[in-house]
């Protein structure tokens, strides 16, 4: 399949490098402001060098994507609530030239579900977009396989940096204030960790959950949302007492989306550790189901985005 990518951060860049050892050409990249198209391939070192450099990786417009030769649009730019855009848009763009989409931006799918399933629907073009959720966990994927009416709640653990200074601050006694620097000093956590230590990149992974398993009328605006932010050192080691540890758990079932700091046995199968997610799903015939795995990160988020890749030309 040939590949159109938008957005060239640690996901975009690592689909780019990625995607010869699954069989696809990238024949377009761009970042926000220019593009590099190449209909028998772009240079890939070139424009990752020319990234590094420059800041930019070519010297067309990022709009010559759209008119470049490509099967895929790969969506991997950064995540926008509300209008979801220009994520939402960039979608648009290539389902009404009958193109398929792959998104790693959760926006599209978690604000504005509906209009993307009817866009898909006008189109000769598919939505895929197992990357939004869990990283490199199968986890879409695995529900289709269960089957979504088979699925009656999903909870886990869905963020890697909350997750990452929850165990730190558990095992080391460490407040959070001095975790979270730790974390941004490894690059687990960004300048600005609000997205994921406030809960809001969790609960638009639950949202996107609620709205494959439940329907198409679930927003961020439908979540109860909870960070762990404010959540003092002595409340780990109280928990740690009496045989328990706090995770930011998500949690998705009829009765409503959740997300927020919650008590789970130290040893149980959510007190995950380090960047590690671990999803649980509860199903009418198989019981209670769990994978686990990098929720995060380039190469893996990446692996998701291309093994989406993989299923269309299969079905092409």
Not at 242 to 256: F, N
């Amino acid at each position: 399949m040939k590949l159109a990518v938008l957005g060239a951060g640690a996901v975009g860049r690592s689909v780019v490098e990625l995607a010869g050892e699954y069989g696809h050409t990238v024949t377009a990249l761009a970042d926000s402001t220019s593009a590099v198209v190449d209909a028998d391939g772009i240079d890939v070192e070139a424009a990752s060098a020319r990234k590094d450099d420059d800041e930019t990786v070519g010297t067309v417009a990022p709009d010559a994507v759209f008119e470049s030769e490509y099967d895929v649009l790969v969506e991997a730019t950064p995540t926008t609530l509300g209008d979801a855009q220009p994520g939402f848009d960039h979608a648009r763009t290539a389902l009404e030239s009958d193109r398929h989409v792959v998104l790693a931006n959760k926006g599209p799918v978690a604000e504005r579900y509906a209009e993307l399933r009817q866009l898909e629907a006008e189109s000769d073009g598919r939505v895929l977009f197992e990357a939004t959720v869990g990283g490199a966990i199968p986890v879409l994927s695995t529900i289709a396989d269960i089957g979504p009416d088979n699925v009656t709640a999903v909870r886990g653990v869905l963020n890697g940096t909350a997750n990452f200074i929850l165990s730190r601050m558990a095992a080391e006694g460490l407040s959070y204030e001095h975790v979270l620097a730790e974390a941004q000093d490894l690059g687990v956590a960004e300048a600005d960790p609000s997205f994921d230590v406030d809960g809001t990149d969790a609960a638009l992974k639950c949202v996107i959950l609620a709205n494959v398993l439940f329907g198409e009328r679930y927003t961020i605006a439908d979540a109860e949302v909870a960070g762990i932010r404010d959540l003092p050192g002595s409340a780990l080691e109280l928990a740690s007492e009496d045989g328990w540890t706090i995770r930011l758990v998500g949690e998705v079932a009829r009765d409503g989306i959740r997300v927020g700091p919650r008590l789970v046995p130290e040893n149980g199968t959510l007190a995950v550790s380090g960047t590690r997610n671990i999803v649980q799903f509860e199903t009418r015939h198989a019981g209670r189901l769990n994978i686990s795995g990098r929720g995060a990160g380039g190469p893996e988020t990446a692996s998701a985005v291309l093994s989406d890749v993989t299923t269309l030309s299969r079905e092409e």
